[in-house]
């Protein structure tokens, strides 16, 4: 019996979405926190029906690298997130950020 492989559901989409969540995490790190979470919960899923049946399936590395990048993209954008709750502590809330630009386009001219 010749059974044609196919590609696993999503697998391209999963390693898209891994990149996005890197890339992402430079956009105040929520985008990268989105693109991330999805990465991964996707992957679970095409990991479950890949593990099912092996030989059926194409496409997991696609998958593995994907949740791998999604992983990363995720604690990336955590610490943007993190970075940025701490400055807006640290410098007394939006009105202290405002304040510090307006103090360093002062002193350095711009």
């Known amino acids: 019996m010749n059974l044609q492989k196919q590609e696993l559901p999503n697998s391209t989409l999963i390693l898209i979405m891994g990149i996005l969540s890197i890339v ?24 479950e029906i890949y593990q099912s049946n092996p030989e059926l399936y194409l496409g997991y ?30 410098f007394g809330g939006m009105e202290g950020i405002y304040h510090m630009q307006d103090e360093v386009i002062r002193q350095y001219g711009g």
Request: one cysteine or more; hydrophobic letters at 60%; a positive charge.
């Open 24 to 47: 992402g995490c430079c956009c105040y790190g929520a985008v990268g926190l989105i693109f991330g979470i999805v990465a991964v919960i996707l992957s679970k899923k095409s990991i």
């Open 61 to 90: 590395q696609n998958v593995k690298t994907g949740r791998i990048l999604g992983i990363i993209g995720i604690v990336l954008s955590a610490i943007v997130v993190l970075s940025w709750l701490v400055a807006l502590i640290f």
